[in-house]
């Protein structure tokens, strides 16, 4: 792999950056934003940034701006730019002739001044507003309920299905009723686009698998029926309006002219469905950055996919390696060589 490094040309197509623990994934997001604003790739309007979740989106959006803050300060007076060994992104942008630092550092201060124009978001965060924005060319509840959490309605259809199924039975319940809710907060609440297994009906599993199936197809009927919507239906919803036929090509390129750079964090840990949605809308159509470390892919449980990341990663233009730790040092590491040295993990 090559290294990356962030002074370096702006990234163009599809990148996948590997990015270890302690590399810099956040100095390098902003770093980049701060490049493509300056220099006037892109308006910070035309930029989206994706990440996790809502603590990461919010520590983002800070490092961001203070990236931002502290490139237009330092533009403002170019020379003593140009000689901050401390900086080398400031370095980088103030060394151009005065009259376009200028129009850099101009460049910035209209990008902090409508900060709040930024778009720095949840995957289902973007999937939300996305939706919002295709109108008629997505086939979305206008007047759907948002609502976080299905338990109480996952509660509501296991006792429904348990009596119909129990109720009077000659036989004994091949499952109790604690059993089918289990099943079915795990078939619903963690990774709905799963398979679920056996695929056999044959046994005590295949029926348990029948059962936890029935549960989630309830579960979805009766969310179309209340009118309501989660987090995983954006997903779903976005997926399946950029893929329609007919219309699907119209919401794609309504998407992608957006934004003219997307950049998405912790990429390691998206599911197919999410890739999905960003391979239909951006890959191939802007530039878009894929950060991530397989090594750190542990949300498999939610439906993460390290062979998501993977298959990105073939279909990718570049894919480049931020290859410094800056969180441990030299004997540090060398230390932790030592102790661990010929230790296999994992196959």
């Known amino acids: 792999m090559n290294a990356f490094d ?19 994934k956040t100095f390098t997001i902003a770093a980049l934003t701060a490049r493509y604003v300056a220099e006037g790739a892109a308006d910070l309007s035309q930029i989206m940034l994706v990440t996790f979740g809502n603590a990461a989106s919010r520590e983002l959006r800070d490092r961001v701006r ?9 533009l403002r007076d170019p020379a003593a730019a140009r000689a901050d060994e401390g900086d080398p992104v400031l370095r980088l942008l103030a060394d151009v002739p005065d009259a376009e630092a200028e129009a850099r550092r101009a460049r ?23 939706l919002a924005g295709l109108g008629t060319a997505a086939d979305a509840d206008r007047t759907a309920v948002f609502v976080e959490d299905v338990d109480d309605l996952v509660r509501e259809v296991v006792d429904d299905l348990y009596v119909q199924a129990f109720a009077g039975a000659d036989s004994p319940p091949f499952l109790t009723h604690a059993e089918l809710l289990d099943l079915g907060r795990r ?7 799963a398979q679920l297994w056996p695929r056999s009906d044959d046994g005590l599993a295949g ?14 009927a009766r969310k179309r029926r209340l009118g309501l919507v989660d987090y995983d239906d954006w997903l779903s919803l976005l997926r399946d309006a950029l893929g329609a036929p007919g219309t699907g090509p119209v919401a ?6 957006r934004y003219r750079v997307v950049m998405v964090d912790e990429f390691q840990d998206t599911d197919p469905v999410q890739w999905e949605i960003l391979e239909r809308a951006f890959h191939g159509r802007t530039t878009l950055v894929l950060i991530g470390d397989p090594k750190q892919a542990i949300y498999a449980f939610r439906g993460g996919d390290v062979t998501t990341y993977l298959r990105a990663a073939a279909e990718a233009t570049t894919e480049p390696t931020l290859g410094t730790n800056w969180r441990s040092d030299e004997p540090l590491l060398a230390a932790l060589d030592q102790l661990f040295g010929g230790a296999a993990l994992g196959h």
């Open 6 to 24: 962030v002074r370096g040309p702006l990234p163009s197509g599809t990148t996948v950056l590997e990015a270890s623990a302690g590399t810099g």
């Open 207 to 220: 029926r348990r698998r029948r059962a936890a199936e029935a549960v989630r197809r309830e579960v979805e």
């Open 252 to 257: 794609c390129d309504r998407v992608a002219s």
């Open 187 to 193: 078939a619903v609440g963690s990774d709905r686009q």
């Open 66 to 74: 203070e990236r931002l803050v502290s490139a237009e300060r330092g």
């Open 108 to 130: 910035l201060a209209r990008a902090l001044a409508a900060f709040d124009e930024a778009t720095i978001a949840t995957t289902h965060s973007f999937c939300s507003q996305m």
